[in-house]
C-alpha cells in the first residue's frame, strides 16, 4: 500500500485470551480482525450487506504480541460487477514504541448481497 496519512479501519489491542500455544497472538485472531476491516471497507462501497468469498492471498511477516496496539488499514483494489476485491495490511506499535511494524499483509474478497443473501449489483459508479 502507497505511504501517505490514513487512518486505520481497526484499532485494537490484543490480550492473554488471543495468544497461541507460542505466547504469540493466534493467526485466526488476526485473520478474523482483518475480515471484519475489509468487511466494513466493503460495505461502504457495496452501500449494504457483503459476504468474504475469498482470501486471495495472506503473509504472516512478524508475530503480534499481547499489548500490541494493532491498526487494519485497507484500500480498495478492484470492484466487479458484484465483488470488491480489498487489500488489508496489519501494522503494530510494540508496548512503549512508536514505530509501525508490518505484521501481516493480504487480499480479500467480498460479494455484496441482498436480504436473502443472493448476490446483488455493487452501485453504479462503484466500480473499476
Not at 5 to 21: A, F, K, L, Y
Not at 85 to 102: C, K, N
Amino acid at each position: 500500500m502507497a505511504e501517505r496519512s490514513r487512518d486505520p479501519i481497526i484499532r485494537t489491542v490484543p490480550q492473554p485470551g488471543d495468544m497461541n500455544g507460542n505466547g504469540d497472538i493466534f493467526g485466526g485472531w488476526v485473520l478474523s480482525q482483518m475480515d471484519v476491516a475489509g468487511g466494513a471497507l466493503a460495505a461502504r462501497v457495496a452501500k449494504g450487506r457483503v459476504a468474504t468469498v475469498a482470501i486471495a492471498a495472506m503473509t504472516f511477516v512478524q508475530p503480534i504480541k499481547v499489548g500490541d496496539m494493532v491498526s487494519i488499514y485497507g484500500e480498495v483494489k478492484k470492484v466487479g460487477r458484484t465483488s470488491i476485491t480489498i487489500d488489508l495490511e496489519t501494522m503494530v506499535q510494540r508496548r512503549h514504541e512508536a514505530t509501525d511494524i508490518q505484521v501481516t499483509h493480504g487480499t480479500f474478497v467480498f460479494v455484496a448481497i441482498d436480504e436473502e443473501g443472493r448476490p446483488r449489483p455493487v452501485p453504479a459508479g462503484m466500480a473499476t
